[in-house]
Antibody, heavy 120, light 107 residues
Framework: QVQLVESGGGVVQSGRSLRLSCTASGFTFRSYGMHWVRQAPGKGLEWVAVISYDGSNKYYADSVKGRFTISRDNSKNTLYLQMNSLRTEDTAVYYC?????????????WGQGTMVSVSS | DTLMTQSPSSLSASVGDRVIITCRASEDISNYLAWYQQKPGKVPKLLIYAASTLQSGVPSRFSGSGSGTDFTLTISSLQPEDLATYYCQKYDSAPWTFGQGTKVEIK
């Protein structure tokens, strides 16, 4: 079935780095834009970053621009989020999500999320 | 950037009630508007895209309307399993901003 599975979360000190992965199955990964969305404990959803189906276009939320990098390896059906210079306010559950139709659409499939905790 | 504002922030309604949640965009986003449902402890689920198109498998008691800057999500007859937080989201261009959420409780 169509599935997204995130990994790589954990506890990290402020200023350090972490890389999240999201492995896709059940659909043609290389045909869809992919996103990262985060949710701080008890808070709402915050869009983080997007990458187009071929990796040629990337956009970031202002809150992570210059610190986070989204990338993908279509040969491995895997999406990545490299997070550098982490801050305590980056503490959240990080979800990967798939564009419904190609690129620039609503998110029809979400992963189960991976928790990132940044300590001071 | 376009701001997405939902109202109310929370509501309490009885089973069978009609529930309406509104979402306002600070700029015209045409019909590039989605609604998501997030039940407690669960992953968000797409309910509606293109402002009014029901995602496959979503019960017909959910409906969406609007275009431009003003949108609504309607639950025609609230059910106990509709206990959740609902989010609107724009996707006309980056950033793909979410509203702050509307928490729906059952009386």
């Amino acid at each position: 079935q169509v599935q997204l599975v995130e990994s790589g979360g954990g506890v990290v000190q402020s200023g350090r780095s972490l890389r999240l992965s999201c492995t896709a199955s059940g659909f043609t990964f290389r045909s869809y834009g992919m996103h990262w969305v985060r949710q701080a404990p008890g808070k709402g959803l915050e869009w983080v970053a997007v990458i187009s189906y071929d990796g040629s276009n990337k956009y970031y939320a202002d809150s992570v621009k210059g610190r986070f990098t989204i990338s993908r390896d279509n040969s491995k059906n895997t999406l990545y989020l490299q997070m550098n210079s982490l801050r305590t306010e980056d503490t959240a559950v990080y979800y990967c999500a798939k564009d419904r139709a190609g690129y620039g659409d609503a998110f029809d499939i979400w992963g189960q999320g991976t928790m990132v905790s940044v300590s001071s | 950037d376009t701001l997405m504002t939902q109202s109310p922030s929370s509501l309490s309604a009885s089973v069978g009630d009609r529930v309406i949640i509104t979402c306002r965009a600070s700029e015209d986003i045409s019909n590039y508007l989605a609604w998501y449902q997030q039940k407690p402890g669960k992953v968000p689920k797409l309910l509606i895209y293109a402002a009014s198109t029901l995602q496959s498998g979503v019960p017909s008691r959910f409906s969406g309307s609007g275009s431009g800057t003003d949108f609504t999500l309607t639950i025609s007859s609230l059910q106990p399993e509709d206990l959740a937080t609902y989010y609107c989201q724009k996707y006309d261009s980056a950033p793909w901003t979410f509203g702050q959420g509307t928490k729906v409780e059952i009386k």
